[in-house]
């Protein structure tokens, strides 16, 4: 079956860096995403990785290798509004998305 | 403002109701879809549509249908609800279909609780 792991919680200092990490086992690849949903609200994209590499966006960083199934989200200078669940999704061979359970960050002062 | 439109926000209702639930966009998407998001479970795919007039069913399709007779609109329907499918519900919308980004855009949700 097809399977996207992540952790379910994490807690970070506001400030500091934080690194959410997904492993992902699916039929075929055609790309990885990181979303972000806070409480009560819709997730909203955050990234998208279909090469090996790190793409960098601001504050937020996604790294990916297909050969490991691996991905991580790496948030800097983190802020109290960064406080919410991190989504992290795989797009299979028939380019359907499959999901992770989210990981739900929590940034204290 | 551009985007996708969910309604109602929030719904109880008796189990054995039918009950529909509405999406719009506005943002002239060929593809949309309803996913329900339940605790500790990830997004599931209930149908899905690529482009109006065709629908397709997603990984949880029992007991609910879709229809796309436009663009802009695509209703999910609970025929016959029961307890397990209370749940948030979230339509959302993409650009196209196959290669590429393929980004989704996310309506609000809609909470629906089914006693």
């Known amino acids: 079956g097809q399977n996207i792991d992540q952790p379910t919680e994490m807690t970070a200092t506001e400030g500091a860096i934080v690194q959410i990490n997904c492993t992902y086992q699916t039929s075929g690849f055609n790309g990885l995403f990181w979303y972000q949903q806070h409480a009560g609200e819709a997730p909203t994209f955050l990234s998208y990785n279909v090469l090996d590499g790190l793409e960098e966006k601001g504050r937020f960083s996604s790294f990916l290798s297909r050969s490991k199934g691996y991905s991580y989200l790496l948030l800097k200078e983190l802020q109290m509004k960064d406080s919410a669940s991190y989504l992290c999704a795989v797009r299979d061979r028939n380019y359907q998305l499959i999901w992770g359970a989210g990981t739900k960050l929590i940034i204290k002062p | 403002i551009a985007g996708i439109t969910q309604a109602p926000t929030s719904q109880i209702l008796a189990a054995g109701r039918r009950m529909t639930l509405r999406c719009t966009q506005d943002?002239?998407?060929?593809?949309m879809y309803w996913y329900r998001q339940d605790l500790g479970l990830g997004l599931r795919l209930i149908h899905y549509?690529?482009?109006?007039?065709?629908?397709g069913k997603g990984e949880v399709p029992d007991g609910y249908s879709v229809s796309r007779a436009n663009t802009d609109d695509f209703p999910l329907t609970l025929a016959s609800a029961v307890p397990s499918q209370t749940s948030v519900y979230f339509c959302a919308s993409s650009d196209r279909t196959g290669s590429g980004a393929n980004v989704l855009t996310f309506g609000a949700g809609s909470r629906l609780t089914v006693l």
């Open positions: 549509s690529n482009t109006a007039g065709t629908t």
């Open positions: 943002m002239r998407h060929n593809a």
